[in-house]
């Protein structure tokens, strides 16, 4: 058990729709990444908070945001579901971001499946 | 740009060794990681490299090399359980970007 707690595990919607997936991050840790990982795909980086504030952002589309709230969990909000949003989401946290003490090292959730038909 | 490129598949006999290559080019440079995935479940820290060398950590061992902007990562005494994919993963400015993973098949 790594300490962050996604949820829900399983979510199946119809193209159109907006789902928010949540993420709690490990005690202690002040960022938050989401990562989407599709079929035969690897972990593609969407964005990163840190203590609050977008700190990173990678491939993430126009109809997907987030948030990370004072305490710390974040939200990815979905919206406008087509068919090859279908994929794995998973949320990792780490201590801190980028300092010299921070190896980077992540801790992931179990991932939150969404299915979108 | 980010390019980290890593062989698809791979496959092994049980007891073995087995040696995963990573190659990068990106634009910043921080450390290289290494995770393990098993199917349908979350990656889990296998390793850190961030100077040149070797890094032992019992059966596995990685390998870093930044002037050539490579990596491997070294399974010793297979095990059946060690069918997964590893993910070869770069970390730049506080992010890690991965590689697409290797899928290791490990035979009796």
């Known amino acids: 058990d790594s300490g962050v707690t996604q949820t829900p595990k399983h979510l199946i919607t119809a193209t159109g729709q907006r789902v928010t997936l949540r993420c709690s991050p490990r005690?202690?840790?002040?960022?938050v990444y989401w990562y989407q990982q599709s079929l035969d795909q690897g972990l593609q980086f969407l964005i990163q908070?840190?203590?609050?504030?977008?700190?990173a952002k990678g491939n993430i589309l126009e109809r997907f945001s987030a948030q990370q709230f004072p305490d710390l969990h974040s939200e990815l909000n979905l919206s406008s579901l087509e068919l090859g949003d279908s994929a794995l989401y998973f949320c990792?946290?780490?201590?801190?971001?980028?300092?010299?003490?921070?190896?980077?090292?992540?801790?992931f959730g179990e991932g939150s499946r969404l299915t979108v038909l | 740009g980010q390019n980290i490129d890593q062989p698809t598949e791979m496959t092994a006999t049980e007891g073995a060794i087995v040696q995963i290559n990573c190659t990068y080019q990106?634009?910043?440079?921080?450390?290289l990681f290494w995770y393990q995935q098993h199917a349908g479940e979350a990656p889990t820290f296998l390793s850190y490299?961030?100077?040149?060398g070797l890094e032992e950590k019992g059966r596995f061992s990685s390998f870093l090399s930044r002037s050539k902007g490579y990596s491997y990562l070294l399974l010793k005494e297979l095990q059946m359980k060690d069918s997964a994919s590893y993910l070869c993963?770069?970390?730049?400015?506080?992010?890690?970007?991965f590689g697409q993973g290797t899928t290791l098949q490990v035979k009796p």
């Open positions: 990792a946290s780490s201590v801190a971001w980028g300092g010299a003490a921070d190896t980077g090292e992540l801790f």
């Open positions: 005690s202690g840790d002040l960022s």
């Open positions: 908070y840190y203590n609050g504030e977008e700190r």
């Open positions: 990106t634009s910043g440079f921080n450390g």
């Open positions: 490299n961030v100077l040149d």
């Open positions: 993963a770069v970390k730049n400015t506080g992010k890690l970007i």
